[in-house]
């Protein structure tokens, strides 16, 4: 079958499934998957019969409609039926047909009824038996799709993002030192910036292939060599992360950095637009019949498939190769843009460091400004700051701006939001500072509404500027709290507060798909360490990688602003 024939294919499929998620007529979807099926079986190349000018309506089951569509996809690579309707749908929802027994029905009954939109929020659908409830399903059912949702989600013991870059930083300072070593680089989900990580990906280019790799399963902490050969060994480290290197030659770098830095989705999207240009690609390069014609680099590739690079965060073929090919990629928000920081804790509470040693490491950073938001008084543990300690302390970080050049602490408190969404301490507490951050910090059980209902009221609260960490998971150790994010982005942007995407590594908290939404309804979002010592400050990075999954640009990042515009914000 010609390649352009499975690409309308797709495009037909694509646009199938989701008005079929949306409830569309039924007569329609089977229109455009019986047009899949035919364009699949269709032995002419459909392309070569738009440039002829045939007249496509003599194919089965084309009529007008569809037959126009063919053109367009043809032409563009697309259709603004297919575009409108990847608009209106939150781009997690497809994601769930990937899960075994999670057909479009099915997804959309449970993005329509119980309004989830990814595998995490199916699985504790789950656990909380609201499946069970919905028409068509049952407890059966049920317990299927948490063990279907349940095993996509844990194929293979995977490690947070932090913890997976000590095992890289190491890995990648002990092969620079093996002889004739000349570039290592970590691809796979470390590099796309995923907030855990199965296994890490070495690939190395070196004058003595057999030195670097007997210098890799020689490494100190390499518990078994699974495999060893002339261009590639796996081991397993004893903390059990597995790790495999490959041997790259130069002239095939940038293609292997590619091949293996994309999301599987990603990929067969690249692999499918290189054979409707005639091309082939692959970790060697990519080429045209037996002729390498691109590989050398990363840009290499992608310009020989008619793109501009794209970012490795972005690539899980969530549309950023259409945005690509219309010059549309976003130029994600970069560390060096980040102006200051507004979550942080000193030994005031649960942290470890002064106001002052804490402002010294945030000005060594080249920062502008830090907020300085210790925990309220309900968190007993923490030991959080009643009105009266709230106040001594802004009067010291007062005393302290005083003598301070350049360089600004804004006074601030993370107060905590009640069962009832009333905050932890008085209006008159919070009168005189800088910024309010409101957090979640109990109470994760509530249902639904309630959680929902509870954030939304603390939302309108007229000194509120920043929510905290807004889906309050804990990576592998709590999931998120049940809530309407879309409800709660929306409120947001009424009531001009802005949302936290957290760093801490067990946080990453907002996730990249709702980076993205509140970067769709205009809703600031703040990249933030909650560092409870100085050390935490480059926990940062990891913010920063969450929030480029997420598509956000400078701008779309409160603290990229200039502290007098941030000021403005603030209010």
């Known amino acids: 079958m010609p390649v352009r024939n499975l690409a309308v294919a797709a495009v037909f499929d694509e646009i199938a499934d989701r008005l079929d998620i949306q409830g569309a007529n039924a007569f329609r979807i089977r229109a455009y998957r019986n047009a899949s099926r035919m364009l699949q079986e269709l032995s002419g190349d459909i392309a070569a019969m738009v440039e002829q000018g045939r007249d496509l309506t003599e194919l089965r089951g084309i009529g007008a409609d569809l037959a126009g569509k063919i053109r367009e996809i043809a032409a563009t690579g697309s259709c603004e039926l297919l575009e409108r309707l990847r608009r209106e749908m939150p781009p997690a929802v497809t994601e769930l047909l990937q899960i075994p027994g999670l057909g479009p029905k099915r997804v959309a009954v449970l993005w329509h009824d119980l309004d989830v939109q990814t595998p995490e929020q199916v699985l504790r659908a789950a656990r909380d038996g609201r499946i069970r409830a919905l028409s068509g399903f049952g407890e059966k059912t049920e317990r299927r799709i948490e063990s279907a949702v349940a095993a996509h989600l844990s194929k293979q013991r995977r490690l947070p993002l932090a913890t997976a870059g000590h095992y890289a930083d190491a890995l990648v300072e002990h092969l620079r030192g093996a002889p004739g070593v000349d570039r290592v680089v970590v691809a796979g989900s470390y590099r796309r910036m995923r907030e855990t990580v199965g296994d890490l990906d070495l690939l190395v280019t070196a004058r003595r292939g057999n030195a670097a790799i007997e210098h890799f399963t020689g490494y100190r902490e390499v518990e078994e060599v699974l495999s060893r050969g002339g261009t590639r060994a796996s081991v397993r480290l004893r903390g ?332």
């Open 240 to 571: 059990g992360l597995q790790v495999d290197l490959r041997l790259v030659a130069p002239e095939s770098f940038g293609a292997a950095l590619t091949y293996f830095t994309g999301s599987k989705a990603h990929n067969i999207a690249l692999r499918r637009r290189a054979q409707e240009r005639g091309l082939k690609v692959n970790e060697y390069g990519v080429f045209r019949g037996d002729t390498r014609v691109a590989g050398l680099t990363e840009e290499s590739v992608y310009r020989a498939l008619g793109l501009p690079v794209i970012p490795p965060e972005l690539r899980e073929d969530r549309g950023e190769i259409d945005a690509a090919a219309a010059g549309r990629l976003p130029e994600l928000v970069a560390p060096e843009d980040l102006r200051g920081d507004l979550h942080a804790h000193t030994a005031a509470t649960d942290g470890h460091n002064t106001i002052e040693e804490m402002a010294a490491a945030a000005r060594a950073l080249g920062f502008e400004y830090l907020a300085i938001t210790e925990h309220s008084r309900r968190q007993r543990m923490a030991h959080g700051l009643d009105a009266q300690r709230l106040r001594a302390q802004g009067e010291e970080i007062d005393r302290l701006n005083r003598q301070a050049k350049g360089f600004r602490l804004l006074k601030g408190i993370e107060v905590d939001i009640l069962e009832d969404g009333n905050l932890d301490l008085p209006d008159s507490a919070l009168a005189g500072l800088d910024i309010v951050v409101a957090a979640v910090h109990s109470r994760f059980e509530l249902s639904r509404a309630q959680q929902t209902e509870r954030i939304l009221r603390a939302l309108a609260h007229p000194r509120v500027k920043l929510l905290a960490h807004p889906s309050g998971r804990l990576i592998g150790q709590r999931e998120p709290y049940d809530v309407d994010m879309t409800q709660v982005i929306r409120k947001a942007r009424e009531h001009g507060v802005s949302l936290e995407s957290n760093a801490h590594p067990e946080r990453l908290d907002l996730i990249d798909t709702h980076c993205r939404m509140a970067k769709d309804e205009r809703v600031p979002v703040a990249i933030t360490s909650d560092a409870h010592d100085v050390a935490q400050f480059a926990n940062l990075r990891f913010g920063i990688g969450q929030a480029r999954r997420g598509w956000l640009e400078r701008d779309d990042v409160l603290n990229t602003r200039p502290l007098r515009e941030l000021l403005k914000f603030l209010g």
